[in-house]
């Protein structure tokens, strides 16, 4: 199992505030917008991205960090197997990823995630 990227999540309650900062001013791009959520990101460097979110998705908690792994069972596999409690999924989500969230050694709530 390789991380692909590290995501930031800023929670919030209200994601479009972020545009005039994020995209009007630093240029990044609106690559995702589903109303709960709202992702930025540099064209040129997919590893240049941050989330505003009023929820995790699903009604589910804010995560602090996403991050996405070439294979989601198997990084699942390995935190069970080190002990780390799941606290949601793992779930196949309707936006087209499949991830469950766990918490670090720093009570940091992570969403694991890869892309189906």
Known sequence: ???????????????????RFYQDVLGLDLWM??????????PQQMTVQISFMTQGGN????????IEVDDVDEALAAMQAAGFAIEYGPVDEPWGVRRFYVRDPFGKLVNILAHR
């Open 59 to 66: 009604e589910t908690s804010t995560p602090d960090l996403s």
């Open 1 to 19: 199992m390789q991380v692909q990227r590290i995501v930031a999540n800023v929670s919030t309650a209200d994601p479009t505030l972020a545009k």
């Open 33 to 42: 917008d589903f109303g709960w959520i709202a992702t930025y990101g540099s």
